[in-house]
């Protein structure tokens, strides 16, 4: 009898051949390329560093495509913007030292999106390694401590024979649900040295699913198919699994609303009957949900954005199906359901039964009714202009990009995605810089689209240093800079807190960012309000980077959390 664990893969005539006569001039940096190949890597970002050269030495010996970024942590957003493109894990190359440590709020943003970052860095000679102070450049007590907290898993390869299997362990951390970053460092000597280790010809991985219980999904669907008032919230989880689909099925057959929450847009249809959109920082939302007598969560955690800053308190029956065991049940008593959020919908899918609730369209459009009054009392129709011009100008598969500025809250709330997938911002961990460098990765992942990056001008100072590689590469990625003289949401935020006027530390004296831009090589246009859907549509639609800035000083609709 032969059983699965007896069977051993053979290797063909040209493999062994290669294997008993490996090229000469090879290094250990090769190995760290090969076994990217090995494992289906096509592109790999970085910035190159002394200790890493042989690591870079190699590229330029591999078929693997080179996307080199002019800071560590732009090449981090970057590479985090090409997984959650692709579904891929995606290679960064580091340096030692003030390289690798550049590129942790990056690494920070991609943990909490759980998009999948492989992150390969340097180490000083291995000699170096344990604590010992010996005085290399660059040298820390202990690297890879800096990055526990802040990546999925951290793997170190002390010698060339651990590289393949330390990158295939880390590559499938990366892409096992929870996506996420992953760390690993290899020493200086170890990449720099010849080696005489076989090509690496292989490395197929095979990240593990995360289904639920039965048990679990059982009493969920029968839950829900028994409530007067079920209501369903969506969260990243939904678009990462690629679930999309089976959300709506499960909608319609429950007749359940839908709301969506900022790192789920697209999740669900903006415009379907069910849709309460993505107004959770809006009271007559939360009330809503809090009424559900079953709410099902799916990939969220209900964190503070998604529960309008913790007021959100649920009084009826929550169901929560989460992949990240970590934020299961962290806020609310629930239902939990560890598991992968397509797999779950696809267990209820199969045991929910069908419910009939004529109402519950009329429900939801009374929601959003109150929602616009609310809004339209605010006197925001140039914010609302400005958000429809970019929704108009923006091919409807086109993916878009949002730094931490007024623009992009509203676009949390009020901008339709269109799509799954085609909407990403930093409110992961609320970094700034996050847009035209993640932009920069979409567009290397995905050219047969435009890619839209919105930054304020505080946060485009962050990364202009980035438009010398759009132009070197030639991305297909247009910047839209709304220019306010500062970090405008900061302004508001004190200014309400504190008294008006309150700017301390927020003007910002800026250049003139079309003027910076032509500088680069790259197109820069300075619009208005009334002219940008135009301006903004002519720079979408011909090929290459440009850059597209708005002056103007956009408010954020008053918050209902603090009322």
Known sequence: MTHDHDLVLRPTA?????????????????????????????????????????????????????????????????????????????????????????????????????????????????????????????????????????????????????????????????LTVPHGPVWVEIPQDVLL??????????????????????????????LLTRAERPAIIAGGGVVRADAAKKLRQLAERLQAPVVTTFGGKGAFPWTHPLSLQSWLEDRHTTDFLEDADVLLVIGSGLGELSSNYHTFKPRGRVIQIEADLGKLESNHPALGIHADARLALQALLETAGERT???????????????RARIAAQGLTLEQDVLAAVRKALPPRAPSFWDMTILAYWAWSAFDAKAPGTMHSAQGSGGLGYAYPAALGAAAADPTHPVLAVSGDGGALYSIAELATARQYDLNVTWLIVDDGGYGILRQYMTDAFGSPTTTATDLPGPDFAALAESFGVPGVRTSPETLERDLAKALTTPGPSVVVLPAVLRMFAPTHAA
Do not use: C, M
């Open 357 to 371: 609730d004529p109402a519950a369209p009329e429900r939801v459009r009374g929601v959003l009714d109150r929602v």
């Open 193 to 222: 040295a010849e080696t005489s280790i076989p090509v690496v010809s292989g490395g197929d991985t095979f990240p593990e699913e995360l289904p639920p219980r039965p048990e679990l999904t059982a009493v969920a669907a029968d």
């Open 14 to 174: 040209a493999q062994t051949e290669a294997a008993l006569n490996p090229p000469p001039g090879r290094t250990g940096g090769d190995l760290v390329v090969e076994s990217l190949a090995g494992l289906g890597a096509t592109t790999v970002f970085g910035l190159p560093g002394q200790h890493a050269l042989g690591v870079f030495d190699a590229l330029r010996r591999s078929d693997l495509r080179y996307i080199g970024l002019r800071v560590e942590n732009n090449a981090g957003f970057a590479a985090d913007a090409y997984g959650r493109i692709t579904g891929e894990a995606a290679p960064l190359l580091l340096s030692t030292g003030p390289g690798a440590l550049t590129s942790l709020a990056a690494l920070q943003e991609a943990r909490a999106a759980s998009a999948p970052v492989l992150a390969i860095s340097s180490q000083v000679p291995a000699a170096g390694l344990g604590g010992g102070r010996h005085g290399y450049l660059h040298e820390l007590p202990d690297q890879a401590a800096s990055f526990r907290g802040v990546v999925k898993s951290v793997h170190t390869a002390r010698t060339q024979s651990q590289i393949p299997s330390a990158i295939a362990e880390a590559w499938t951390s990366a």
